[in-house]
């Protein structure tokens, strides 16, 4: 049994396919199958259940696929160590990030990153469910550690770091009638149409926490991945919508309004898991994040 073959599995059962797992492997895709197949070979039991529309795992997968972990988990820390002693840091680190990370200085971090440690490759990712996905990632191992929006309590399987802090202002069309004031609560704006991000990112949390706790309702006719284009969504007149001010980066056309009486606060935070410890490329975003972003 080699190290590869674990990785390929544990690639192929953390994507439920071939292909996903070659890209992210970044080999061809009848490598994988043959490491696999001669994993299967070796242990005498079928380990994934192919078909043509996903990949699952056999019982014996299931059972393989917690120890293939902690044995990368431990050949990699011992990479790393080894690396420590020559002076280097080496390896991928898989971070997980917010569609807009502008709250975070998030490319000045990584870059000030990457030069202390060049021979780190950095991948980054989003996830389609937002904040919510990237927690699911990092329980899923697909992840070292996440720059996440997650509002309330985290959940018991990671710890949470927060970063910065950045309030949601309603933002309205110059033309709309509430673009003369200065200021609006919840009750004004609950029978309006909403421009927002899916379920499961963390601004849209926010703001459906304040108007469930409010008891009110209201109509999101419009959903968005990436709140960079909110406030332009709300000038072409499809809505109104509540952001962070970092993401009104113009605001011609469109009026800013404070919400009162309501707790509004959009936080971003790092995540890491609590099941398993970090790499020594993951320990290292860490202590400059402390340092980078105090």
């Not at 709309?176 to 379920?199: C, M, N, Q």
């Amino acid at each position: 049994m080699e190290l590869r073959q674990l990785e390929y599995f544990v690639a192929v059962a953390e994507e439920q396919n071939f292909t996903r797992a070659a890209v992210r492997l970044h080999v061809v895709q009848s490598a994988v199958s043959a490491a696999v197949k001669t994993l299967e070979r070796e242990l005498g039991a079928p380990l994934l259940d192919r078909n043509s529309k996903r990949v699952r795992l056999t019982d014996a997968g299931a059972a393989l696929l917690p120890r293939a972990r902690i044995a990368l988990d431990a050949a990699r820390d011992a990479r790393d160590a080894v690396a420590e002693v020559h002076g280097g840091l080496r390896g991928t680190l898989r971070i997980g990030t917010m569609t807009s990370t502008r709250l975070l200085q998030l490319p000045a971090l990584l870059g000030e990153f990457h030069r202390r440690h060049p021979g780190v490759l950095l991948h980054t990712s989003v996830a389609p469910h937002g904040s919510q996905g990237l927690i699911d990632a990092l329980a899923e191992r697909r992840l070292d550690l996440a720059f996440v929006s997650l509002p309330g309590a985290p959940p018991a399987e990671i710890h949470l770091t927060e970063l910065a802090c950045s309030v949601l202002d309603l933002v309205v069309p110059d033309d709309h009638p509430l673009a003369t004031r200065e200021a609006v609560t919840l009750a004004d704006i609950a029978g309006l149409d909403f421009i927002d991000s899916p379920v499961g990112y963390g601004n849209r949390a926010v703001t459906d926490r304040a108007f469930a706790a409010a008891g009110l309702s209201r109509r999101v006719t419009i959903e968005i991945p990436d709140i960079a284009t909110g406030a332009d969504h709300v000038r072409h007149g499809l809505g109104i919508a509540l952001l962070p001010r970092f993401a009104v980066a113009d605001d011609h056309g469109v009026r800013l309004l404070s919400v009162t009486g309501v707790d509004l606060n959009w936080t971003a935070s790092l995540v890491t898991p609590v099941d398993r410890p970090v790499g020594a490329a993951a320990r290292a975003l860490i202590s400059l994040t402390a340092e980078f972003l105090p």
